[in-house]
């Protein structure tokens, strides 16, 4: 009986440790389930948005700049279910408008939530797509903080650094499947509509005459642009850091460190798989446009002016382009800046292109605010190119 009891028991502890594992299996399979879901829905997102030859469109809201509990915020988020996290509601003027994205992000996002949404279009430049994305608004509205966040914060890491890193990682886990990546970077500014190269020491030197050219089917180029290979993400941090130090700011009474330039960041990368000998060729260009002001409000003198009126008038022949895309004009005026020739195949070719309209949600800044979202509407119904995937096979006794 002693016998026949201890082994009853024994398949009794078998059979609870069973159930407990048949549980803790199916928490992990719901986990993976719901992973596999969230990552489904992300690459259908895409691939709709690809298919329809679009510009996405993100939006992300700055909280209030003071503690200030006088101020009510002047946007707030629909809670219906076709709204949430894509609708945000801006009062002005007495009314509330109502703006409809891919996504809105509000103003307690933090950056690895931002982040984990753009993952898979920054991916595509592995893949051998030519990806842009872009951060517009007015001064002050956290589009720098958004693109680069703050220095030595791991947590406020913008995305550019963590792109870096998401690039260099995933480089070097497919090492193993046969993938050898090049990647190069290059760093420039557009300063009162002229080119200035970020990495180059005499870049402030005038005689250089950057000229910006098209490629037929092909990378768009910028003549004596220093273009340097990295082979690691410090590499690539360090020049990043480097050239950031080199960009345009100044002191407004609108932000305290104000950027005067648009800010283009890019990464070439070329991928070879050693076996097959196909070869992908990539483009991540990571833009952070300098913000709009008014001069009313500004104050800027001198050449703070100057560079205030170049500023708007460069993002004036941007929302121009964006009109005439939209239209569906015979004519675009991209040559009609710098800028908007630079951009021309990230807004009418074949690039994956994404904006971040940055808003801020203090009451001060709802006309500024409201010139953007309408701005940003206009830019999420332009039609653009399908993307192309830019791909090729290498001779077999290549290198």
């Known amino acids: 009986m002693m016998e026949s009891n201890y082994w ?145 914060d791991l947590e406020h890491k913008g995305l550019i650094p963590r792109s870096l890193e998401h690039i260099f990682q995933t480089g070097q886990s497919l090492l193993p499947h046969g993938w050898v990546y090049t990647i190069k970077v290059s760093i420039l500014e557009i300063y009162n509509d002229k080119i200035r190269d970020l990495l180059s020491m005499d870049r402030l030197v005038g005689g250089k005459k950057f000229l910006i050219q098209h490629i037929p089917k092909g990378n768009t180029t910028v003549s004596d642009l220093t273009i340097v290979e990295v082979h690691s993400v410090e590499e690539a941090s360090s020049l990043l850091h480097k050239a950031t130090q080199r960009r345009s700011v100044g002191r407004t009474q609108m932000n305290q460190h104000s950027s005067r330039s648009h800010f283009v960041f890019t990464l070439r990368i070329s991928g070879v798989h050693e076996t097959t000998k196909k070869q992908v060729d990539g483009i991540l260009n990571l833009i952070d446009l300098a913000g709009n002001e008014r001069l009313s409000k500004s104050k800027s003198t001198g050449d703070q002016r100057k560079e205030t009126t170049e500023i708007n008038s460069s993002l004036l022949c941007l929302s121009n382009v964006i009109t005439a895309l939209s239209r569906k004009c015979g004519h675009v005026p991209f040559r009609d800046s710098k800028l908007t020739y630079l951009l021309q195949p990230c807004l009418a070719g074949d690039s994956k292109t994404l904006m971040f309209v940055n808003i801020s949600s203090d009451p001060s800044s709802a006309s500024e605010s409201f010139t953007s979202l309408e701005f940003a509407r206009n830019v999420n119904a332009c039609g653009i190119g399908i993307p192309q995937r830019q791909t090729k096979m290498l001779p077999s006794d290549s290198p």
């Open 8 to 152: 009853e028991r024994q398949q009794e502890m078998e059979d609870r440790k069973k159930i407990v594992q048949d549980l803790q299996n199916g928490r992990v399979e719901n986990s993976l389930h719901i992973f596999e879901e969230e990552m489904l829905r992300k690459k259908l997102s895409n691939t709709i948005m690809d298919l329809k030859g679009n510009i996405r469109v993100f939006c992300r809201v700055r909280p209030l700049v003071l503690d200030d509990s006088t101020k009510m915020p002047s946007t707030s988020y629909p809670i219906s279910i076709e709204a949430r996290g894509r609708g945000v509601d801006l009062s002005y003027n007495g009314q509330n408008k109502s703006y409809m994205f891919d996504h809105v992000f509000t103003h307690e996002a933090s950056q690895q939530e931002i982040f984990v949404e753009i993952e898979e279009l920054v991916q595509s430049a592995l893949d051998g797509y030519k990806v842009c994305i872009f951060a517009y608004g007015q001064t002050g509205s956290g589009k720098t903080y958004t693109m680069m966040g703050r220095s030595n």
